[in-house]
């Protein structure tokens, strides 16, 4: 049976290799057929070809008389975009994917059994510490998109600053079961504020608005998964009050 045949042209300088050739060319290898790779050596070699061409971009991909770009190529294979594009869950149900084995894995090693209450209380916690980390690594982004939506960071910006450190501190002593007096209060009072100013903007507003749950600049739509969040927090809060009385 005659082997299928392409060709490709893609960037690879010694200080640049373009990573949608690097897929394009996988992609095709792993379709089952036979590549012949160009590579376009310098900046100049890869501008001159799209001028020679009159391409907008490169990897271009040749299959049969066929030419296509990366994007083209998956769908030439049946395959979806890459990446996705729009707005998405994933960040958020991937943080969840993650604490939920971890509150497992902690509560299997700290006590030799699967309690599931412990297991909840840890998921929550760990959940609260991801989500804070992700809100910290960019508090600038973070901050732009809180305002938008929550109703003390839009009268007091500031406000949008401290959040993701009390998030963040909040799971860590829940963890440790520590200052529960004093960490559950303020973790249940801006999980209800975020709660409500989520409620607010989606369902009595209809504003269509990005979450800045997992830090700014995601695509993850405020929404019931963004409220989750809140809800998740005011639980263990209460929680808490109520384990320590």
């Not at 770009?69 to 958020?92: A, I, M, N, S």
């Not at 916690?125 to 960019?138: E, H, N, P, T």
């Not at 639980?235 to 320590?244: A, H, I, Q, Y």
């Amino acid at each position: 049976m005659k082997k299928k045949s392409a060709t490709i042209y893609r960037m690879v300088t010694p200080t640049h290799l373009c990573p949608w050739g690097i897929k394009a060319y996988d992609l095709l290898r792993r379709n089952g057929f036979d590549v012949t790779d160009n590579h376009l050596e310098t900046k100049e070699a890869n501008k001159a070809y799209k001028e020679e061409h009159n391409v907008d971009e490169t990897p271009q991909i040749f299959i049969g008389e066929e030419r296509m770009t990366y994007d083209g190529l998956r769908e030439h294979l049946g395959l979806g975009p890459d990446p996705k594009e729009g707005k998405t869950y994933q960040p958020v149900l991937a943080v969840f994917a993650v604490t939920m084995p971890m509150a497992i894995a902690a509560c299997w090693a700290m006590q030799g059994n699967l309690d599931i209450i412990r297991i909840v209380e840890l998921f929550i916690a760990f959940s609260m510490c991801v989500l804070g980390i992700l809100k910290l690594q960019d508090l600038l982004s973070f901050s732009t998109g809180f305002v938008q939506y929550d109703l003390i960071a839009r009268r007091y910006v500031p406000y949008s600053y401290v959040y993701p450190f009390v998030e963040a501190g909040a799971g860590v002593f829940m963890i440790a079961g520590l200052l529960t007096w004093l960490v559950a209060p303020a973790a249940l009072i801006v999980s209800t504020i975020g709660a409500i100013s989520v409620f607010k903007a989606v369902y009595l507003e209809k504003r269509d608005l990005n979450c800045a749950c997992v830090g700014g600049g995601s695509d993850v739509p405020l929404g019931f998964i963004s409220l989750t969040e809140n809800l998740m927090m005011m639980t263990m809060s209460v929680w808490m009050l109520l384990k320590s009385s």
